[in-house]
């Protein structure tokens, strides 16, 4: 790898990353993407996994009234909501096995924040920006028929209730394996892909930029040179570019989400509601195979970008919002089944003290770092389109290149299936398909690559010790791990396991 020149090094591997490297090689780019970590271990993994159709950017907090009062957050609103729409349509379409679909419901309190005409006005809008696409199904809900919805029934307030608009809503099942498959993607078309590979910017050079590479699952070092750079490194940004931007303004602001799942009656499986919570910000309770899940927060952030973790502040935060939420159902510590957080990276604007989700492709030509560009506030669900952004800003840059390739969106990895994916993990069954590709793709570096990110089994079941003990022997005899590796790697997964099943002081 030492002293490689390629036309542009991707710093940071979750999903607007490995999109940005995905359309720049099918664009006939030379391309380096390289991850700290393993691809898609940060935020990517750490959302709420909607692929929703842009409804919570025309809900602004408190009243839709604020948006007479700040017109450019209209601007803003409307812009993300065309964005989700199309994303919702596009991966939907062209991804299906990577989602699942959803009926939401979403509670209309009389003398509440919202009335129904405003909601009813709101959803024609995405009606607008949806035409042709998959339909959305609006329908709002009166009187005795919402006591007949599972799930809905249990609201708080019925006798308040006014009604509740009911709309079709995709999530994405598996967001850590669609960056692997991206990632995968691009290397198919010819882009270097590392993962746990720190790239940091060096210096600026007559060949571009010199970027070195410190290999985190080794003790490698290599240096390679690049005409442009792009920071997808997500909260990570303003340390990436550290020196070279000193004294000047963040371009991130990282916010908190934290989400509890639990287990609701069987009656509730594939429903879900969508509502604003007592502090005006949407908040979800969202089905997920058995579960449902609760979330999220929204607090900005200052600890250890390397150590997010659910508290229990967090936790009884949400515990209360979802008891607020369904009374009847009177959840405890003890019924959460996980959770997770992740750290939002937000673009900073110290207008908004919680961020700006506007996506921005920053041009940092202006802080004197030619050819060097950073995304923020990108979401998983407009990856695609987040990808062709970065393509487009740097053939602005460097010209045209080519011949253009086909890229690939589905995957050849299937779904999860607890009891068959976890056989096989095992050895219990004959080796499929994609497990030989498992192996073979070179970038399983961890036991917790391949559990929680290319199968993500610990989100759809509980494993017992057991469990692991026999995948790491199998799967670690598969991929030539030690005896003494082995053992490492069952303590390191159940570590992180720890992360979601428990909360923090």
Known sequence: MEDQHFDVVIIGGGINGAAGAQQ???????????????????????????????????????????????????????????????????????????TQLSRLYFPIYKGGAYSGWQVDLAFKLLGRFNAGKIPLKYDRVRGKNIAAIPLVNALRDQD?????????????????????????????????????????????????????????????????????????????????????????????????????AVELPPSCHGIGVATINRKNEPFYCLPWGRYHYFGPTELV?????????????????????????????????????????????????????????????????????????????????????????????????????????????????PDPQDDETLAALAGRRPEPAWLTSLVDDGLVVHLSDALMRRCGLPWYRRLSDADVENVALHLGTRLGW??????????AFRQELAVLQQAVP
């Open 482 to 491: 030690s005896d003494e590796k082995k053992n490492q790697e069952i303590i």
């Open 24 to 98: 720049l090689e099918a664009r006939g780019y030379r391309v380096l993407l390289a991850e700290k970590g393993d691809f898609g271990s940060g935020s990517s993994s750490r959302s709420s996994r909607l692929l929703h159709c842009g409804l919570r950017y025309l809900a602004p907090g408190g009243s839709p009234w604020e948006f007479a009062r700040h017109p450019s957050r209209l601007k803003t609103g409307m812009n993300m909501a065309r964005l989700a729409i199309e994303a919702r349509h596009d991966f939907a379409t062209t991804t299906p096995t990577r």
């Open 301 to 413: 952030y200052e600890g250890d970008l390397d150590s997010i973790r659910t508290t229990e502040a967090d936790r009884d935060w949400l515990l209360g919002e979802a008891n607020h939420l369904f009374p009847g159902f009177n959840l405890k510590p003890e019924d959460i089944v996980h959770t997770w957080s992740g750290v939002r990276p937000l673009t900073w604007d110290a207008a908004l003290p919680k961020g700006n989700r506007n996506r921005v492709l920053h041009d940092l030509s202006s802080d004197g770092l030619m050819n060097v560009f950073a995304m923020t506030g990108g979401p998983v669900m407009t990856h695609r389109s987040a990808g062709a952004e970065i393509a487009d800003a740097v053939a602005a840059r460097l010209g045209v290149k080519g011949p253009a390739k086909a890229v690939k969106y589905s995957s050849e990895f």
């Open 160 to 260: 308040r209730l006014d009604s509740v608009a009911s709309y079709d809503e995709y999530q994405i099942s598996w967001p850590e394996r669609v960056t692997a498959d991206v990632a995968l993607d691009a290397r198919r078309l010819g882009a270097v892909v590392l993962n746990y590979v720190e790239a940091s910017l060096v210096q600026r050079i007559a060949q571009g930029w010199e970027v070195e590479l410190r290999d985190q699952a080794g003790s490698g070092i290599a240096r390679v040179t690049a005409d442009a750079v792009v920071s997808t490194a997500g909260i990570w940004i303003d340390k990436v570019l550290g020196k070279h931007r000193a004294g000047k303004s963040p371009k991130v602001l990282g916010t908190k989400g934290s989400h509890i």
